[in-house]
């Protein structure tokens, strides 16, 4: 009967502590609520946020369900599907591709710059030119190949009903059709946090991907974060749009964040508005990540007692 009590008590004395803690944390959240709805009352667009604590399941949601234009960070769901693909064995990541020069579109530094007929390339380094410059070349090479029938159907095994890829880049002509690339800022949360656990490819493949979508590029997520701090990302812009969505690798801490923007009074306002919420997420789950359940922080090289 001792034992049993002495048990009853530590396993009573653990659950306060363990609600002591959430509580103070959840502090944390309610000022990040504030300060992202202080810049969403400040930008002159409409702004959507969806933010997942991959290690709590914990989220903040803002406009999460609305649809957006995509710009590039639709090129996050080609890459799945590319990656899908290669995982059944249809296509393979070594795969060679001759470059031809009816694949030109604008906005395609890279491959404009590559000798048509001639210069052969693995669709893996077609995929990091769609990540790292977001060459819309490449990227439309990788949606002839893979078929963008495909990525919507691999969308709605997913249950991301509101998220396709209705166009190639550039196609002007499909854009002013209403046939635009859309989804929302809870289905990218969706995907991303479906990848990171697992449920789309194995774990060489999962790892593989994340590591061309953490290939450095201009994006709004990083900007004011730590420098080396690994992000697998990829932003968007168009007339009126600015979109960041992506994992934040935070050691012990990592987490997901998908900014979208749109009828933007001024582009560079909703750039400013994402890395502002980024940088204000990144302070929280960087504190989480290194605190103990009191809050006590103790990083490398502190001596304070």
Same mark, same amino acid.
Not at 73 to 89: D, F, N, P, W
Not at 109 to 127: E, F, H, K, N, V
């Given at each position: 009967?001792?034992?049993?009590?002495?048990?009853?008590?530590?396993?009573?004395?653990?659950?306060?502590?363990?609600?002591?803690?959430?509580?103070?944390?959840?502090?944390?959240?309610?000022?990040?609520?504030?300060?992202?709805?202080?810049?969403?009352?400040?930008?002159?667009?409409?702004?959507?946020?969806?933010?997942?604590?991959?290690?709590?399941?914990?989220?903040?949601?803002?406009?999460?369900?609305? !649809?957006?234009?995509?710009?590039?960070?639709?090129?996050?769901?080609? +890459?799945?599907?590319?990656?899908?693909?290669?995982?059944?064995?249809?296509?393979?990541?070594?795969?060679?591709?001759?470059?031809?020069?009816?694949? $030109?579109?604008?906005?395609?530094?890279?491959?404009?710059?590559?000798?048509?007929?001639?210069?052969?390339?693995? +669709?893996?380094? $077609?995929?990091?030119?769609?990540?790292? !410059?977001?060459?819309?070349?490449?990227?439309?090479?990788?949606?002839?190949?893979?078929?963008?029938?495909? !990525?919507?159907?691999?969308?709605?095994?997913?249950?991301?009903?509101?998220?396709?890829?209705?166009?190639?880049?550039?196609?002007?002509?499909?854009?002013?059709?209403?046939? #635009?690339?859309?989804?929302?800022?809870? #289905?990218?949360?969706?995907?991303?946090?479906?990848?990171?656990?697992?449920?789309?490819?194995?774990?060489?493949?999962?790892?593989?991907?994340?590591?061309?979508?953490?290939?450095?590029?201009?994006?709004?997520?990083?900007?004011? +974060?730590?420098?080396?701090?690994?992000?697998?990302?990829?932003?968007? #812009?168009?007339?009126?749009?600015?979109?960041?969505?992506?994992?934040?690798?935070?050691?012990?801490?990592?987490?997901?964040?998908?900014?979208?923007?749109?009828? $933007?009074?001024?582009?560079?306002?909703?750039?400013?508005?994402?890395? #502002?919420?980024?940088?204000?997420?990144?302070?929280?789950?960087?504190?989480?990540?290194?605190?103990?359940?009191?809050?006590?922080?103790?990083?490398?090289?502190?001596?304070?007692?």
């Amino acid at each position: 009967m001792r034992i049993v009590s002495c048990i009853l008590l530590f396993v009573a004395t653990l659950t306060a502590q363990t609600s002591t803690s959430a509580a103070k944390q959840q502090i944390l959240w309610d000022k990040l609520a504030a300060t992202i709805s202080a810049a969403d009352q400040k930008l002159d667009g409409v702004m959507g946020i969806a933010i997942e604590d991959l290690t709590t399941g914990q989220k903040f949601l803002l406009h999460a369900d609305e !649809v957006f234009p995509q710009a590039s960070s639709i090129k996050i769901a080609v +890459l799945v599907e590319l990656y899908r693909q290669a995982q059944s064995g249809r296509v393979k990541l070594t795969d060679l591709y001759t470059v031809q020069a009816s694949d $030109l579109v604008a906005d395609s530094y890279i491959m404009s710059g590559l000798t048509p007929g001639i210069t052969q390339i693995t +669709l893996r380094d $077609l995929a990091t030119m769609m990540v790292a !410059v977001s060459d819309n070349s490449a990227t439309n090479v990788l949606i002839d190949r893979i078929g963008m029938a495909n !990525v919507n159907v691999m969308l709605d095994s997913q249950g991301l009903a509101k998220t396709r890829l209705r166009r190639k880049m550039m196609d002007l002509k499909a854009a002013s059709e209403g046939r #635009e690339n859309v989804s929302t800022p809870s #289905e990218m949360m969706t995907l991303l946090d479906n990848l990171y656990r697992g449920k789309l490819l194995s774990k060489e493949l999962t790892d593989d991907l994340f590591n061309v979508l953490s290939t450095p590029k201009s994006s709004f997520i990083p900007r004011d +974060l730590p420098e080396g701090t690994k992000i697998a990302n990829k932003p968007g #812009e168009l007339e009126g749009v600015r979109n960041d969505s992506g994992i934040i690798f935070v050691e012990n801490r990592p987490y997901i964040l998908c900014a979208m923007t749109t009828y $933007l009074q001024n582009e560079r306002d909703g750039e400013l508005a994402i890395s #502002e919420i980024s940088a204000a997420a990144y302070r929280l789950f960087d504190r989480l990540s290194r605190a103990s359940e009191y809050g006590r922080v103790v990083s490398r090289g502190n001596s304070r007692r």
